[in-house]
C-alpha cells in the first residue's frame, strides 16, 4: 500500500486547510485511515482516525470540533478538514493506514505511512 499525502501549506491562525491522502495498491487490506502529526522537536501524536466502512471517527482532545477527518471510498481518498488552526496545528502531517479494524491512536498499530505534508500556521 502506498499513501500519497497532500495539502499542507502555510495559512494565518483561524485559518483553515484541507488534507488529503491518496491511497494505491492493495488497499482492500487495509480497514483503517489515520492522520497523525510531529511538530519540531516533538513525538508524533495521533490526530484522527476512521475506517473505510462505517459512520465512526476518532478524534484527539487537541482537535476535536475544529478537524473533521472524512473518505472518498470511490477515489481511495481520506481528507482531514482543518478549520479554526492555531500555531501550535504547525506539524508534519501524515496519513497511515491499519489492517486491524480497530480504530487506535497508537502508531505501532498502523502498517502504512505516507510520506507527509508541512502544515505551518502563523500568528
Known amino acids: 500500500v502506498q499513501l500519497q499525502a497532500s495539502g499542507g501549506g502555510l495559512v494565518q491562525a483561524a485559518g483553515s486547510l484541507r488534507l488529503s491522502c491518496v491511497a494505491s495498491?492493495?488497499?482492500?487490506?487495509?480497514?483503517?485511515m489515520g492522520w497523525f502529526r510531529q511538530a519540531p522537536g516533538k513525538e508524533r501524536e495521533f490526530v484522527a482516525a476512521?475506517?473505510?466502512?462505517?459512520?465512526?471517527?476518532f478524534y484527539a482532545d487537541s482537535v476535536r470540533g475544529r478537524f473533521t477527518m472524512s473518505r472518498d471510498n470511490a477515489k481511495d481518498t481520506v481528507y482531514l478538514q482543518m478549520n479554526s488552526l492555531k500555531p501550535e496545528d504547525t506539524a508534519v502531517y501524515y496519513c497511515?493506514?491499519?489492517?486491524?479494524?480497530?480504530?487506535?491512536?497508537?502508531?505501532?498499530?498502523?502498517?502504512?505511512w505516507g510520506q507527509g505534508t508541512l502544515v505551518t500556521v502563523s500568528s
Open positions: 476512521l475506517r473505510w466502512s462505517g459512520s465512526n471517527t
Open positions: 495498491g492493495r488497499t482492500f487490506s487495509t480497514i483503517v
Open positions: 497511515a493506514s491499519s489492517r486491524g479494524t480497530f480504530l487506535s491512536s497508537r502508531r505501532s498499530d498502523y502498517d502504512y
